[in-house]
C-alpha cells in the first residue's frame, strides 16, 4: 500500500515566526555592512593656506588621518568641485606629493588627482600637497575627498572604500568682488547707443568692472565672469507703458575683468537706472546712476545753451521771485529739450517764434537759497501745439519733461548732460565783457534737481497747471547774483 503524504499549514504563529527571522537575520547582514564601513573611518584636515586667490595657487596642503582599527588608507582621490578651477603642474611637471610616503600622483582631467601608494597605516597620518590649482578668483573653492584602503586604485571593488568622518573641505576666497560702472551710462536717444558721453553715439562704451574690495581702495581685479544688465529703474514719459533694453549681455569679463557693452539702448523716452549682474553669485550686483532716453536727441554744442534770444511780439514769460529783493540777477532762458536752439523735435511742440529770454537783477545780501517760478502761459503753449497733432495730456507731459531752463551766472555751476566741459557750466565771455566788473560768467543747461541730489541752481519741478506751465528753479545761495 502505498504512502500518503499529507500536508498541513503551519499555525499563523509560527510562520510570522519565522518570517521575523528571516528579516532579522537580513539586518544584522545590512547592519554588519554598515559597521563594517563606519569601522574604516578617515578624516581630511582644513586647507592650508585656508584661502585661494585668483589665479595660481600653488602648495596647498592636506592633512589626511587613517581613523581605521585595522586597515591601512593607501589611495586617494582629490577633485575639484566648484565650476571654474583646474589644477596645473608646477614647473617640474608635479602635480602633488604626499609625505611622509612616497606616493605617485596622477592628473586624472583638470579637475581630478589621484594618489596611489600612500600606506597611511591606521592611527597614523600623511601631508598630501596639491601642487598647483588655478582659481577664477571671488569664489570658494568646494574639495571632494575619496579614499580607498588599496595601494592601487580599484573603482569596482566597493568594500575597498574608506568613509570620511566629518565634511568635505572647503577653500575660502581671498577676493570679496563686486562689480562698478567703470563707465556709466549717460543720456541717449530712443533707439540710439547708450555711451559715456551724453548723446555721442561714438564715444566710449558702458563698461562694468570687477573690483575686489576686500582691499582699500578697492582694486579692480582680473576675474572672468559674464555680466548682464536689465533696467533697475524706469520712470517713463506718458505714453509709454515699458522698455526694452538692447545688447544688454550677457558678455564676458576681458583679461582685465571688464566687461564692454556695445550698441546698448533702451526704445521709450525716461528716466532710467541699470542693474549689472555678474554670472558667478559671489560677485555682487551694481546699479549705475541716473540717466535719460529723449525721444530724438542731438548733442548740445559746446556753448551748452544760447541766451541771445529775444521777446517774440505779444509774447511774454513772467518770473516771480521768494526774495524780498527783486528779480533774479544774471540770465535765465526757456529752450525745447536741449538742442540749444528752441526746435522741437521727437514729436515735443515748439515755442512759437525765438524763445523769450529773463533777465533781472537784485542785491548782492541773500543767504539763503531762493526759488524762482518760470511762468509759461497757455497761450503760448497753445499756439506752440496748434500744429503739433499730441492730445492735451500728452502736451502736457511732454511740456513738464522736455523744456529746459539755460542760465548765465557769475560762477561755475553743474549742468544737465556733460557732453563739454566735464559736467562744468562752460565760460561766457559775451557775459563777461558785457559787465566789465572783473568777474566771469559761465552758461549752460541747468539739472534737474533729483539728478544732482537737490545741489543748487537746478530746476526742482516744472508742473502744467491751470493757465499755463510753472518751472520752478533753485538758485544758489553762494551766488551774490543769483540768490
Not at 236 to 243: C, I, K, R, T, W
Request: aromatic share 6%; glycine share 8%.
Amino acid at each position: 500500500m502505498g504512502s500518503l503524504i499529507r500536508l498541513v499549514r503551519a499555525p499563523t504563529a509560527q510562520r510570522l515566526a519565522a518570517g521575523a527571522s528571516v528579516a532579522l537575520l537580513l539586518a544584522a547582514l545590512l547592519n554588519a555592512n554598515v559597521f563594517a564601513a563606519s569601522n574604516k573611518p578617515y578624516s581630511v584636515s582644513s586647507p592650508s593656506p585656508a584661502t585661494v586667490s585668483v589665479g595660481q595657487n600653488q602648495g596647498i596642503a592636506f592633512t589626511v588621518t587613517d581613523q581605521a582599527k585595522t586597515q591601512q588608507l593607501g589611495s586617494l582621490e582629490i577633485q575639484l568641485s566648484t565650476a571654474g578651477f583646474s589644477y596645473q603642474a608646477d614647473s617640474a611637471g608635479s602635480w602633488g606629493s604626499a609625505s611622509p610616503t612616497g606616493a605617485t600622483v596622477t592628473s586624472l582631467s583638470s579637475t581630478m588627482l589621484l594618489f596611489q601608494n600612500l600606506n597611511i597605516q591606521p592611527g597614523q597620518s600623511a601631508t598630501v600637497t596639491i601642487a598647483d590649482v588655478v582659481a577664477p578668483g571671488c569664489v570658494p573653492l568646494q574639495w571632494t575627498f575619496t579614499a580607498q584602503q588599496a595601494n592601487q586604485w580599484n573603482s569596482t571593488n566597493t568594500a575597498n572604500y574608506l568613509t570620511l568622518n566629518g565634511s568635505q573641505p572647503v577653500s575660502g576666497s581671498a577676493e570679496t568682488c563686486a562689480l562698478a560702472f567703470s563707465t556709466q551710462p549717460m543720456d541717449a536717444g530712443v533707439n540710439q547707443q547708450i555711451t559715456g558721453t551724453a548723446l555721442v553715439p561714438t564715444a566710449t562704451a558702458v563698461t562694468v568692472q570687477v573690483f575686489n574690495t576686500a582691499v582699500t581702495p578697492a582694486r579692480p581685479i582680473a576675474v572672468q565672469t559674464s555680466v548682464t544688465l536689465s533696467v533697475a529703474s524706469a520712470a517713463l514719459d506718458y505714453g509709454y507703458s515699458s522698455a526694452t533694453l538692447s545688447s544688454a549681455g550677457p558678455v564676458s569679463t576681458n583679461a582685465s575683468g571688464a566687461a564692454t557693452l556695445p550698441g546698448l539702448s533702451l526704445d521709450a523716452p525716461g528716466r532710467y537706472t541699470l542693474a549689472a549682474t555678474a554670472s558667478a553669485p559671489s560677485i555682487a550686483s551694481a546699479v549705475s546712476g541716473p540717466f535719460r532716453i529723449w525721444g530724438n536727441a542731438s548733442a548740445c554744442t559746446t556753448g551748452g545753451c544760447d541766451l541771445s534770444f529775444g521777446t517774440s511780439s505779444g509774447e511774454t514769460f513772467s518770473v516771480s521771485s521768494n526774495s524780498t529783493s527783486g528779480g533774479l540777477g544774471g540770465s535765465l532762458n526757456i529752450i525745447q529739450d536741449f538742442t540749444c536752439a528752441a526746435q522741437p523735435y521727437g514729436g515735443v511742440p515748439a515755442l512759437p517764434g525765438t524763445s523769450p529770454a529773463v533777465t533781472t537783477a537784485e542785491g548782492s545780501n541773500a543767504t539763503t537759497n531762493k526759488t524762482i517760478e518760470i511762468f509759461i502761459p497757455d497761450s503760448i503753449l497753445q499756439a506752440a501745439v496748434s500744429t503739433n497733432s499730441a492730445t492735451t495730456n500728452q502736451v502736457d507731459a511732454l511740456l513738464e519733461t522736455h523744456y529746459m531752463v539755460c542760465m548765465s551766472a557769475p560762477h561755475e555751476f553743474a549742468v544737465a548732460w556733460t557732453p563739454y566741459a566735464s559736467g562744468q557750466a562752460v565760460t561766457d565771455p559775451a557775459m563777461t565783457t558785457a559787465m566789465n566788473d572783473g568777474s566771469t560768467w559761465y552758461r549752460g543747461l541747468l539739472p534737474d534737481c533729483q539728478d544732482v541730489s537737490g545741489t543748487a541752481p537746478c530746476v526742482q519741478s516744472r508742473v502744467h497747471g491751470s493757465g499755463g506751465l510753472t518751472i520752478t528753479v533753485i538758485t544758489s545761495a553762494d551766488d551774490p547774483m543769483l540768490s
